[in-house]
Each structure stands twice: as C-alpha cells, then as structure tokens.
C-alpha cells in the first residue's frame, strides 16, 4: 500500500475518533491534513473575530514547511496514536 493510499485510509479513521479528542490533536490533524492535500498555506489569516478560523490556519501555518509526503507521513502516526489512546482509555473504562 502507497503512502497515499494509507493516508486516505487513516484519513477515514481520523472520522471515528472519540469526541473526547482533544482541541489541540483535532488542530494538529487539521493542519497537517491541509498541508498534505493542498500544500502551504494558499490563504490570508481569518480577522480577529474568527477564533475558529485562526486556530485552523495557525494549526497549518505550523506545518507548512512539510512536504506532502511528510505531512502524510506525521498525519498517519498521530491517527494511529490517537485511536491507541482512545482505545486505552475505553477499556480501562470498562
């Protein structure tokens, strides 16, 4: 399996995550998500009101200096490790 083939799987994977993600994990997925599929940043930083909108752009602002490959690459770990973690604290749980 390719790299990209890999990613679009994770990518699917990243959808069942526990809501219990945290902020920071769903920014750092946004970003290096953005930087694999559309490369650097390609559009001004949101206004002051959109605080949503900054945390996304500053999140792949972070990580423009990746190449889609390493993006991709960052993308597929944290996934892994997130549903490691979700996993982790399911069973303790139960």
Known sequence: ????????EYAEKAKTL???TTNESKLCLYGLFK????GPV??????FFDMTGKA???AWKAVE???KEEAMTDYITKVKQLLEEAATAAASTS
């Open 1 to 8: 399996m390719g790299i990209q083939e890999e990613f679009e």
């Open 18 to 20: 526990p809501d219990s």
């Open 35 to 38: 930087q694999a599929t559309v």
């Open 42 to 47: 390609n559009t001004a930083r949101p206004g």
């Open 56 to 58: 996304k752009w500053d």
């Open 65 to 67: 200096a990746k190449s």
